[in-house]
Nanobody, 130 residues
Framework: EVQLVKSGGGSVQAGGSLRLSCTAS????????MGWYRQALGAECELVST???????YYADSVKGRFTISQANAKNTVYLQMNSLKPEDTAVYYC????????????????????????WGQGTPVIVSS
């Protein structure tokens, strides 16, 4: 069984930083990409960032230059360092994993993304106050 265990998140003032981590078990990271979606209240499910085994990354335009995704293959762990946080980053963040073809940038609800991907972690609230 594929499982994702997340940590991090919480509340911070605008301009602050938080780090999310996600550790996977039950599958080989080499065969998958890992990353995060997020969903703010009343908003669509947004792909935030992904990383593959080659270290190739994707970032949503809204987080480029502020968020950094990295990996530790030996531990099947990925990290999302979030700097210069803004109130609009407030959302529930979901760690996910699966082959590249399972990921979409937009157009699916988080429930649909959860069903499409091999693994989907519990949501982590991130709250950024102004």
């Amino acid at each position: 069984e594929v499982q994702l265990v997340k940590s991090g998140g919480g509340s911070v003032q605008a301009g602050g930083s938080l780090r999310l981590s996600c550790t996977a078990s039950g599958f080989t990271f080499d065969d998958s990409e890992m990353g995060w979606y997020r969903q703010a209240l009343g908003a669509e499910c947004e792909l935030v960032s992904t990383i593959n085994k080659y270290g190739s990354t994707y970032y949503a335009d809204s987080v480029k230059g502020r968020f950094t995704i990295s990996q530790a293959n030996a531990k099947n762990t990925v990290y999302l360092q979030m700097n210069s946080l803004k109130p609009e980053d407030t959302a529930v963040y979901y760690c996910a994993a699966g082959p590249g073809e399972q990921w979409v940038v937009a157009g699916r609800s988080c429930l649909e993304n959860r069903n499409a991907l091999d693994a989907w972690g519990q949501g982590t609230p991130v709250i950024v106050s102004s």
